[in-house]
């Protein structure tokens, strides 16, 4: 075994365990598709929060999930492989075709959330503008519920489309404004990493109120058994690579 498999099968078991361990945690609620109905949801709200429509558009939006992803995964399957070439390395001819097509796997992909239940596409939806899809929810609860039915967040989701772009939270002197950064309040301020948007991918996995793995390396793990993997590594090259955090002296 070497040390690459021994790797994945070490945080698959951690993963797994602390999935497990949330699963049947009492708070968990029962799922969607109605495996664990005597499983009280998570309701903490005052009454008249949670719309009663709730559950039957999660599976609605779920369903608009899947058609995407299948629609998605055909335009992978169709699409001719880039060719690499050139240093820096490019990937040529179809090389834009298969990083958005990645991008929309990985976006409309609800295996990375422990309870295969929610992708990013949940919360930002193409055609609610990337953010929320339900009516009542944006009406009533504002923040979406997560992968545990129904924690949800305190926020409505962002339209992320632009978050990439934002620069380092500066202050300007003339303007008296604040500006860049990533989320509402800007707390992904990119200081360390200098990218506002690298800082707050961070976050999304293991927000519980999202994605809500216990450590990022669970997304990798899902990742490493996703129907995608090879156009993934197409993309980003199939080594292992390990990075050098970077020190401030
Ligand atoms: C449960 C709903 C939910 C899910 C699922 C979710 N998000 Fe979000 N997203 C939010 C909310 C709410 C915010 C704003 C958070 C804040 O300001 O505190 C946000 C903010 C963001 C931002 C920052 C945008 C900006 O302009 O600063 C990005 C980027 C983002 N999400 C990407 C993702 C990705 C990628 C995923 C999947 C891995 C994901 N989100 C999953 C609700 C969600």
Redesign the pocket.
């Known amino acids: 075994m070497n040390y690459r498999t021994l790797i994945v099968l070490a945080t698959g078991g951690v993963c797994g365990l602390a999935l497990w361990m949330s699963f049947y945690s009492p708070k968990v609620s029962a799922q969607s598709n109605g495996s664990a109905p005597s499983v009280p949801v998570y309701n903490p709200y005052p009454p008249g929060i949670l719309p009663p429509d709730l559950s039957s558009e999660i599976a609605r939006v779920l369903r608009e999930v899947d058609f995407v992803e299948s629609r998605a995964i055909t335009r992978w399957h169709n699409l001719k492989p880039p060719i690499l070439t050139g240093q820096p390395p490019v990937l040529q001819n179809t090389g834009t075709e298969a990083t958005e097509t990645l991008g929309e796997l ?2 409309f992909d609800k295996n ?2 422990p309870n295969k239940n ?3 596409a ?3 939806m193409p055609y609610a503008g990337f953010s ?1 899809p339900i009516p009542s929810v944006n009406l009533t609860m504002i ?5 545990v039915h129904f924690r ?9 489309t ?2 990439p772009f ?1 620069p380092v939270l500066q202050y300007n002197q003339e303007q008296g404004l604040f500006f860049g ?5 800007s ?2 301020t990119g200081y360390l990493l200098r990218v ?2 690298a800082q ?2 961070q976050g ?2 293991v927000d519980t ?3 809500g793995f216990p450590d990022t390396a669970c997304v990798a793990f899902r990742l490493s058994h996703a129907v995608y993997r090879p156009l993934f590594e197409e993309v980003w090259g199939k080594r292992l690579v390990r990075y050098q955090v970077p020190t401030r002296d």
């Open positions: 990985m976006l990375i959330s929610q992708a990013c949940s919360c930002h929320g923040a979406f519920p997560g992968t949800a967040g305190k926020r409505t989701a962002q339209r992320h632009y978050a934002f950064g990533n989320f509402w309040d707390r992904a506002p948007d707050q991918a999304r996995p109120q999202e994605m």
